[in-house]
């Protein structure tokens, strides 16, 4: 029913790149990015928090990730899509701001 995506970029490939990066110059931005991508987690609502953590912390499939929340695949899904947007507007709205580089 619901065609597999390759996860394009997941938190544990932020942080291998950012320690890997750690030789450059860009150490305060990596850490205000970590500080920020933490906060902007603990901010979402909990169902949309929790499908982050499995999916993208703990490496689980979005099917592995439903029956651990005990919900269906396509509310894993959205909540994940959700998640997204907000995560992305919030860095948005940071770096507009100044806040983020």
Known sequence: MFQKKRRAFSLSDFERISADSAKADNS?????Y?????????AL???????????????LTIEQAARQLQVSVSTVWRRLKAAKQFLQLAA??????????
């Open 45 to 59: 609502p909990t169902g949309q928090r929790e499908a982050v953590v499995l999916y993208y912390q703990e490496g």
């Open 92 to 101: 948005k709205l940071c770096i507009d701001a100044g806040l983020l580089r």
């Open 28 to 32: 305060r931005e990596l850490d205000a």
């Open 34 to 42: 970590r500080r920020f991508l933490s906060a902007a987690i603990k």
